[in-house]
């Protein structure tokens, strides 16, 4: 990354510190290169936050400073003073947004360095839950992020910083390129470490092997002191520099006396090598250079291997981060072309998107007809038609004409921005079950290390000869690497895959109570209906004209976000605008036209003192002036293509399935007739659907509730998970467990299927990484498992756990039921 030079104070002087001013020692070895030029550093501390600015692509910091940040007395990377510039309002504008439903909170997604294992990330959380002012935080492993939320009154995100480099954990803003390079370096280096063990393995197998071969006597002493040294040297690389992270890792863990997985590893491999070190300098004692070799590439493999399938599986995650585009076209009011950063454009810009280009926001297209791909979006994979006045989505793929959409909603405004939000916040709270898991890893990390103790103490006087032998395999085949990966890569793979389907997990628990579910609530007006209501009949009452019922009962409407509101935008008109607008929740609206009172909704409502009976069967609203019916409206709403598919297909999994809907019994029997549901419930207020969850969960079920309005959101949060529709409300969506992010009901059935067999594989999982370390621990303890087939057991054993996870990535579901009866076609 580099940028222009810049004019800020520390840029005049070629001696002072190009971050913090201050005067920079002779033959200090600090810099920083940007734009092809090298800037002096006056200590490491300035050296990790410039490269942490830079890298964090937020180099636009040195551009725009207008003061030079405070010189901290203490000079360790540590002290939060060090951190202090990222404190700066404009810097902290990029990645620091308001919490959404907590007043005065911020929240922050950091990349995060160093993270190996599920310790890591507990010990991460741990230490900024202890912070006073942080109110969540939670590490995502399979991307190496941590979102935080805190009070910025009270906690400063130096402070936050300065902790995390503290424990051995250095972080910086998250952005999606930035932390896909740094991913890929980590990669690289992984890599090359991998490729140093297994030569060295190899070489030093190869001077081992004529030892063991050998008879005693054949191998001449110069010649077997000759292949001692010379694995000694092979060994050293592979020690130094492959085992390195290991090592890294352990350090960092004593310091926070926090036991992770990386301790007993480099026990062992420090351990053999000093061991097998001193028998070869001093000619006496036994040399393991081979096995230290062997079991460090095996350990690097297994967890490269791993770390490979977990970012495979959250590949899609990060396709959305960077799924908006770059640049964008917008358009003046010449209609003169501009290309400019697509994060520069606001709400009333013109873009013009060109076939094969993504779309830079959320927008309404002006002009133009094409396909549009939104299978990223939405999981649905046939490309979808959309004409002027229709929606766009940011991140969708134009495919075939250019068209001209007129922004409403960009950069941290999109829909797909909110969407990785949602993601990340999926990773705040963990199940129960992965905090079992989280715990039992910890602790065993401890127990091993007691164990491993008197394993030691016992062989010595048993055989002395054979003490290291053996210790080394109890700490190297007992680690707990697949119980700790036993829950996080199955979560990791069913939030992918669910994704993938179309169906965004926004909180962590939702998957595993989808697997528990006994109860699906259904709610009906933009649910099992499409929500497009349509205004089919209207019947004038009290000598009032049809076009000036249609007229305010639109101005009424046009204060509302229901569906219902849309069937009456044709008769909105300049000149009719409706004051002191209320809407009773599952009543109607009220509002003042012209000096009268006008009411729209139901009849007991509207005409409050002598309702009258609606018409016919349907859903019927009565406008009312003053208590006197003046007309009648008749909707209709087209049930979804696969509704009754999907109700059918849900019974087949074993649920009940109900309806609960505010409208009138004569718009919801047909359509429960029609869908086959014996279970329903009509003219149900919030409160009477809040009352019916709460009755089936005081009977022991656990129920999920699926809607998509704001009337709605007092239901899903008192369901055990709750679903939103695609086009639900902000609110609605804010509230709900999961968001389907297509049309199609038949995603609820998947995503129930995909969470039971995320279910099974953890446990699963838990039972094999338990049964492995109960069987391998007495093997290694009694001296039947060699040090390098307890690395490899090790390795295998993580191997097992990823690879039965990632057997969700092909999961197809049961086929839905073919019955010819079930499918419905709306009239």
């Known amino acids: ?10 840029a005049t002087a070629s001696l002072d510190c190009y971050h913090c001013g201050s005067r920079v020692p002779d033959g200090t070895p600090w810099s920083i290169t940007l734009d092809q030029q090298q800037h002096p550093l006056c200590c490491p501390g300035c050296e990790a936050v410039a490269h942490a600015i830079v890298n964090g692509g937020l180099e636009s910091y040195y551009r725009f400073r207008t003061e030079l940040p405070a010189r901290p007395e203490d000079r360790q990377a540590a002290d939060a003073d060090t951190w202090a510039v990222f404190d700066d309002p404009g810097l902290q504008r990029r990645f620091v947004h308001p919490e959404a439903g907590a007043e005065g909170r911020v929240q922050a997604t950091l990349a995060v360095d160093g993270i190996t294992c599920a310790a890591c990330a507990w010990l991460i959380e741990h230490r900024l839950n202890a912070l006073d002012g942080v109110d969540t935080s939670a590490v995502n492993l399979t991307h190496h992020r941590v979102r935080i939320g805190w009070d910025p009154q009270r906690l400063k995100l130096s402070r936050i910083l300065a902790e995390m480099a503290a424990i051995g954990y250095p972080a910086q803003p998250y952005e999606p ?58 060994a050293t690389p592979v020690v130094l520099f492959s085992a390195q992270p ?10 926070s006396r926090v036991m992770g997985m990386d301790v007993p590893v480099s026990l062992a491999i420090g351990g053999a090598y000093l061991a097998s070190g001193y028998a070869v300098i001093s000619g006496t004692g036994e040399v393991y250079f081979d096995s230290v070799a062997m079991f460090t590439f095996f350990l690097l493999f297994g967890r490269y291997v791993e770390s490979r399938a977990r970012r495979r599986s959250g590949h899609t995650g990060n396709a959305l981060s960077g799924a908006l585009p770059l640049s964008a076209t917008r358009l003046t009011a010449e209609d003169e072309e501009r290309i400019l950063p ?18 830079p926001a959320d927008g309404v297209i002006e002009s133009g007809e094409s396909s549009l791909d939104e299978s990223m979006l939405t999981g649905e994979t046939l490309p979808v038609t959309r004409r002027v006045g229709e929606l766009v989505t940011g991140g969708s793929q134009n495919v075939e004409s250019p068209l001209v959409v007129r922004v409403t909603h960009a950069g941290r405004d999109a829909r797909i921005a909110g969407i990785v939000d949602l993601t990340d916040r999926a990773f705040a709270s963990r199940p129960r079950i992965a905090q079992l898991a989280a715990r039992m890893a910890h602790l065993f990390v401890l127990r091993l290390l007691l ?21 080394l395999s109890v700490l190297v085949v007992t680690c707990p690497c697949a119980l700790a990966l036993a829950t996080p890569t199955a979560l990791t ?31 009906k007006t933009g649910t099992l209906t499409r929500g497009e209501m349509l205004l089919a009949e209207t019947r004038p009452l009290g000598g009032l004209a049809s076009e000036e019922a249609r007229a305010v009962a639109a101005a009424l409407e046009a204060h509302s976000e229901h569906p219902i509101a849309r069937a009456f935008r044709p008769w909105k008109t300049p000149r009719r605008r409706a004051r002191n607008v209320t809407s009773v929740t599952g009543q109607g609206l009220e509002g003042e036209l012209e000096g009268q009172t006008w009411r729209l909704g139901k009849p007991d409502f509207a005409a409050p003192e002598a309702p009258p ?9 009565l406008l009312a002036e003053g208590g006197e019916p003046r007309a009648w409206f008749g909707l209709d709403d087209p049930l979804r293509e696969d509704a009754a598919q999907a109700i059918a297909a849900l019974k087949a999994l074993g649920l009940e399935v109900e309806l609960l809907s505010g409208d009138t019994t004569l718009a919801v029997r047909p359509l429960a007739e029609r869908l086959g549901l014996d279970i329903w419930q009509a003219g149900a207020s919030p409160e009477d659907k809040l009352e019916r969850i709460h009755a089936c969960q005081a009977l022991g079920e656990t129920v999920a509730m699926v809607g998509d309005g704001i009337n709605d959101v007092p239901v899903l949060a008192g369901a055990d998970v709750s679903i939103a529709m695609n086009d639900a409300t902000d609110l609605a969506r804010t509230s709900a467990d999961a968001v389907l992010l297509g049309p199609r009901l038949m995603r609820i059935v998947e995503a129930i299927e995909i969470s039971r067999a995320t279910r099974r594989i953890i446990h699963q999982n838990l039972v094999w990484s338990v049964c492995y370390n109960a069987t391998a621990l007495p093997l290694a303890a009694v001296g039947i498992v060699p040090p390098w087939l307890a690395a490899i057991g090790m390795s295998a054993s993580s191997l097992v756990v990823v690879g039965n996870a990632l057997r969700l990535n092909r999961f197809r579901g049961t086929p839905p039921p073919a019955d010819p009866s079930l499918r419905l076609v709306n009239a």
Not at 451 to 471: E, H, K, N, Y
Not at 504 to 509: I, K, P, Q, Y
């Open 1 to 10: 990354m580099t940028l222009a030079s810049s004019p800020a104070p520390a």
């Open 246 to 255: 290991f090592f890294t890792g352990a350090a960092r863990d004593l310091r």
């Open 613 to 621: 009976a609606p018409p016919g069967e349907g859903q019927w609203l």
């Open 177 to 234: 390129d930035q932390a896909q390079q740094r991913l890929q370096h980590e990669e690289r280096m992984t890599v090359r470490r991998l490729i140093v063990a297994a030569v060295g393995m190899m070489q030093v197998m190869m001077f081992s092997i004529p030892i063991y071969v050998s008879d005693p006597g054949e191998l001449s002493a110069d010649f077997h002191a000759l292949f001692h040294w010379l694995s000694f040297a092979l």
């Open 342 to 359: 697509a994060s520069d454009l606001v709400a009333g810009d013109r873009v013009l998107v060109r076939p094969g280009h993504g779309v």
């Open 451 to 471: 164990v491993t103790v008197g394993v030691a103490i016992v062989w010595w006087f048993i055989d002395p000869s054979r003490v290291l032998w053996v210790t």
């Open 493 to 523: 793979a069913g939030h992918g895959q669910l994704r993938r389907r179309g169906v965004l997990v926004t909180r962590a628990n939702a998957i595993e109570t989808l697997s528990q579910l006994d109860r699906v609530i259904f709610d």
